[in-house]
């Protein structure tokens, strides 16, 4: 608002020293200088009308109570994308030595989600301080039967204790991505 007003008035001070001429209002409420100034002034005062009703908007989100409870390690995260997801999900591995082998909130959690799509299962695991979505279908099987991944399976999102409703929305993005290259 006040850069707005700081704007309307430096252009007023460049008129005055005879930089610029400032011609009455045009008849359409368009297209020169004085329309414009109008405008920032304008729009400077329905700034200024919306601010006085912020504070008790404000106050009412700071007194609201909270009910997230948020993770306390990745292996939390994990379990909630699992909740999230449901049916389509399903955990891998075991989960009793995933838990086991947490020590800190920064250790990395060896569960692995199995999420299945319509046509296409793909595995979520954090490690290395990374969200990855591998795809069974790019998978490559050696003699012995392990898979491996090639190329970029990282999801945008890194932080370990990310809202699990943002990692499931990066998820789907990424599956919906995936499923309409192939």
Wanted: charged fraction near 25%; aromatic fraction near 4%; include cysteine.
């Amino acid at each position: 608002m006040e850069n707005l007003r700081l704007l309307e008035q430096a252009v007023r001070h460049i008129a005055a020293r005879g930089e610029v001429s400032i011609p009455a209002p045009s008849d359409s409420g368009e297209g020169n200088l004085a329309d414009a100034l109008g405008r920032l002034t304008g729009a400077a005062d329905e700034i200024q009308a919306h601010l006085k009703l912020l504070p008790p908007a404000v106050r009412a989100l700071e007194i609201s109570p909270c009910t997230y409870r948020a993770r306390q390690n990745a292996h939390d995260t994990v379990m909630a994308v699992a909740a999230l997801f449901g049916d389509q999900a399903k955990i891998v591995t075991d989960v009793e030595e995933c838990r086991a082998e947490q020590g800190g909130a920064d250790d990395f959690c060896c569960c692995v989600l199995e999420i299945s799509s319509p046509g296409e299962r793909s595995f979520l695991n954090f490690s290395d301080s990374e969200w990855s979505l591998l795809r069974y279908g790019a998978a490559e099987t050696d003699a012995q039967g392990n898979m491996a991944w090639t190329g970029d399976n990282q999801l945008d999102v890194r932080d370990a204790f990310v809202h699990p409703h943002q990692l499931v929305e990066e998820i789907r993005r990424t599956m919906d991505r995936d499923a309409s290259s192939v």
